[in-house]
């Protein structure tokens, strides 16, 4: 298995509900990361868990809440989200944690809509 | 300035012509990305490369370390490589560039 795979694909919250997004792999990568992404942009760094610890937060909202209950699975809880959190949310893995000579595998990414 | 920058921001070709995207960063660099996305899809990576030249299929991507500049090349290009070609390079973070929009048209 080389993949990693987000559910669900789409997901059109109100700005009162509370949802999470799910991230799922299984080779055995120990590094795995939340992206968000708007539209003709390139993606922005959330969360990284590295070794099932939470390594970086960039600062992201309290509303938005990253947990990693083992080393394949990934959540993204969200509560009380605003209409400028509408994006692409893309999920990736990587071998190792850091930022070294390895690759990194991405999710086909969740398209969230605030309404 | 951006750390990642890529040329041309869009491209436009005709099926089998060949295409050159490039990439220059400013950081230092353990290793450089090209990425590939379809519209409102996720991400794929293509290569990954620390030095020199790989190639897979019709895609060719170089990096030169000294002058932190690298290439893709795509040969005998086809509507299906229609996509946004990113380059990224792990820094202190990954840091992705704004993305070259491509078009082929049969």
New interface residues.
């Given amino acids: 298995d080389t993949e990693v795979t987000?559910t669900p694909k789409h997901l059109v919250m109100g700005m009162t509900n509370k949802k999470s997004l799910k991230c799922e792999q299984h080779m055995g990568h120990r590094a795995m990361y939340w992206y968000k992404q708007k539209a003709?942009?390139?993606?922005e760094?959330m969360f990284v868990y590295s070794y099932e610890k939470l390594s970086?937060n960039e600062s992201v909202p309290s509303r938005f809440s990253p947990e990693c209950p083992n080393s394949s699975l990934l959540n993204l809880h969200l509560h009380a989200l605003q209409p400028e959190d509408s994006a692409?949310y893309?999920c990736?893995s990587s071998p190792a944690g850091g930022?070294?000579?390895?690759?990194?595998?991405?999710?086909?990414?969740t398209?969230l809509t605030v309404v | 300035k951006n750390e990642v920058e890529q040329s041309p921001q869009n491209l436009t070709a005709q099926e089998g012509e060949f295409i050159t995207i490039n990439c220059s960063y400013s950081v230092g660099i353990s290793a450089l990305h090209w990425l590939q996305q379809h519209p409102g899809g996720g991400i794929v990576s293509l290569f990954m490369l620390s030095s020199g030249k790989k190639k897979h299929g019709r895609l060719i991507a170089t990096i030169n370390i000294q002058e932190k500049h690298s290439s893709l090349h795509i040969t005998a290009s086809h509507p299906r490589d229609s996509a946004v070609y990113i380059c990224a390079v792990s820094a202190d973070k990954l840091i992705f560039g704004t993305g070259t929009r491509l078009q082929v048209f049969p």
Wanted: aromatic share 18%; no cysteine; net charge positive.
């Fill in positions: 987000q003709k942009k390139p993606p760094l970086i692409l893309l990736a930022w070294g000579s390895f690759g990194y595998t991405f999710g086909s990414g398209r």
